[in-house]
C-alpha cells in the first residue's frame, strides 16, 4: 500500500473513532430543532406525512429528515441511529476534505492537513451527537466543490452537469442557505470552458444541469402541493427573514415572541394556515426592509460580523464542567489558527488559480445569505472545511514564497 492511501485511511481512522466515540460517551436529548427533525423523520416514516413537533408540514428543511428515513426503517426510530448516520457522514466529509485538496494543491501531503484538522475540529465532532441538518449540508457541498474543481479539468461535463444538478437540488432541499452558490455553478459550467458562452448555455451541459436539480425537488415540491395546496420547499425563509428584519430583530437570534408580530402570531397562525401565515410575515420583513434601508444595510455588515465573532461566547448554561472549559479553549485555539490562516492565503491572491477562487467563492456566497436573517455560530459550520483547506493554502504560499522567493507566480500552486 503506497504511503498516501496508508496515512490517509489513519486520517479517517482518527476522524472515525473521535466521532463514534462520542456517540457512545456522550448522551446529549435532542431538543429544539433537533427534536424537530426527528419528529419530522419519524411522522413521515409511520405516517407518511412530514410533521414537525408544532405540527407544521413544511417548516423545516425536508432533505435531511427524509435521508434519516430508511436508516430509521432498517435500524430503528432513535437518536443514537441518527448519530451514528452522523459519525458516517462526518468520515465521509473527512474524506471529501482531502480529494477537494489535492485537486488545488496536487500534492498530497499537503492535502492531508486539511482532512486532519476537519477530521479533529471541535464543533465537528461535536455535532456529531446532535440531530442537525449540517451534518449532511458539510458532505454535500463538499461533493458539490469537488465535482466543480473536476468540471474545470473535465472533457465529460455533460456526465458532471448532471451530477452536480442531483446535489444541488438535495442541497436546496436540506438547507436553501446553498442557494447563491448557484451563481458559482453557473459561472463554472459557463465560464470556465473552452466554447463561447452563448453555445455553452444553449447546450447539454445548462439542460443537464436543471434537469438533475429537478429530478431531485420535484418529488417534494409534488407532496407540498399536495399537502398544502402549493410547490414550496419550505415556509421558514419568510418566518426567519422576519425575525432578522424587524424593529426588534438583532444580529442573533430573537424569538418570534419578541417582535411586534409575537403577541398576533399564534392566533395569525391558527387563522390563516401555515402556507399565509408565513407568507405574511415575509411581506412584513420585505416591508421594513425597503422603510429602513440604511438600517437594514448596517444590520447586515454586522451579521456578516458576528458570523465570523471568535467563539468566545459560554454554554447556554454556563460551561458545566472542568472538560467543557478545556474543549472550548481548544476550539477557540483551532478556530483562531484556522482563520488566521486562511487569512493569510488572501495576501498571496494574485496567485490564485481557479479551483482557489471556486473555494473562496463558496465560503463568500454561503456567508452573504446569512446576512438576510440572522446568525448562530452552528450556521457557519457547513463552510468551516472551506476555510481549513484556505488555512492550508495560506501556510503553503507562505512556505513556499520564504522557500524558493525566486519562483515565478505560475509555478507555486
Known amino acids: 500500500m503506497k504511503n498516501e492511501q496508508k496515512v490517509l485511511l489513519m486520517v479517517l481512522a482518527i476522524g472515525a473513532i473521535i466521532r463514534f466515540a462520542t456517540v457512545i460517551v456522550l448522551d446529549i436529548e435532542p431538543t429544539s430543532d433537533y427534536m424537530a427533525y426527528m419528529k419530522m423523520t419519524t411522522s413521515m416514516l409511520n405516517t407518511g406525512v412530514m410533521v414537525d413537533d408544532s405540527g407544521n408540514k ?5 432533505g435531511y429528515p427524509l435521508f434519516l428515513v430508511p436508516f430509521f ?3 430503528g426510530n432513535s437518536a443514537e ?8 457522514l462526518g468520515v465521509f466529509s473527512v474524506f471529501l476534505v482531502y480529494l477537494c485538496s489535492k485537486q488545488i494543491i496536487c500534492n498530497w501531503k499537503w492535502a492531508m492537513i486539511p482532512a486532519m484538522l476537519w477530521a479533529t475540529y471541535p464543533p465537528a465532532i461535536l455535532y456529531t451527537e446532535y440531530i442537525a441538518k449540517e451534518n449532511l449540508m458539510v458532505p454535500l457541498l463538499l461533493f458539490q466543490t469537488f465535482i ?6 473535465s472533457d465529460h461535463r455533460n456526465r458532471l452537469s448532471m451530477l452536480l444538478g442531483l446535489i444541488f437540488g438535495a442541497e436546496l432541499l436540506v438547507g436553501p442557505a446553498v442557494i447563491l452558490t448557484a451563481l458559482l455553478i453557473a459561472l463554472v459550467v459557463t465560464g470556465f470552458t473552452k466554447k463561447p458562452v452563448l453555445k455553452e448555455l444553449l447546450f ?18 409534488s407532496y407540498t402541493n399536495v399537502q398544502l395546496g402549493t410547490p414550496i420547499l419550505n415556509n421558514n425563509g419568510g418566518f426567519n427573514l422576519y425575525l432578522g428584519n424587524n424593529p426588534n430583530a438583532k444580529v442573533g437570534f430573537v424569538g418570534i415572541q419578541d417582535t411586534p408580530m409575537g403577541k398576533h402570531w399564534h392566533a395569525l397562525r391558527k387563522e390563516k394556515g401555515e402556507v399565509e401565515s408565513f407568507s405574511i410575515l415575509k411581506k412584513k420583513a420585505i416591508d421594513y426592509i425597503f422603510e429602513n434601508p440604511l438600517r437594514t444595510a448596517w444590520m447586515s455588515l454586522a451579521k456578516i460580523t458576528y458570523f465570523w465573532m471568535p467563539p468566545i461566547h459560554k454554554g447556554k448554561n454556563g460551561d458545566q464542567s472542568l472538560l467543557e472549559t478545556l474543549m472550548r479553549i ?14 493569510l492565503s488572501l495576501v498571496f491572491f494574485k496567485k490564485f488559480k481557479q479551483g482557489h477562487y471556486i473555494i473562496l467563492v463558496t465560503v463568500v456566497l454561503y ?13 457557519r459550520i457547513p463552510v468551516m472545511p472551506f476555510l481549513c483547506i484556505l488555512a492550508v493554502i495560506g501556510v503553503r504560499f507562505f512556505y513556499l514564497s520564504r522557500r524558493v522567493p525566486y519562483l515565478s507566480v505560475a509555478k507555486i500552486r
Open 58 to 62: 413544511a417548516f423545516y428543511s425536508s
Open 73 to 75: 426503517l432498517v435500524f
Open 81 to 88: 441511529v441518527a448519530q451514528f448516520v452522523n459519525a458516517v
Open 148 to 153: 466543480l474543481l473536476c468540471y474545470i479539468k
Open 204 to 221: 447539454l451541459p445548462i439542460l443537464t444541469l436543471v434537469f438533475g436539480s429537478m429530478v431531485v425537488l420535484t418529488p417534494w415540491l
Open 330 to 343: 481548544v476550539w477557540l485555539f483551532y478556530y483562531v489558527a484556522i482563520i488566521g490562516s486562511a487569512l
Open 367 to 379: 456567508c452573504v445569505i446569512h446576512a438576510a436573517a440572522y446568525i448562530i455560530f452552528r450556521y
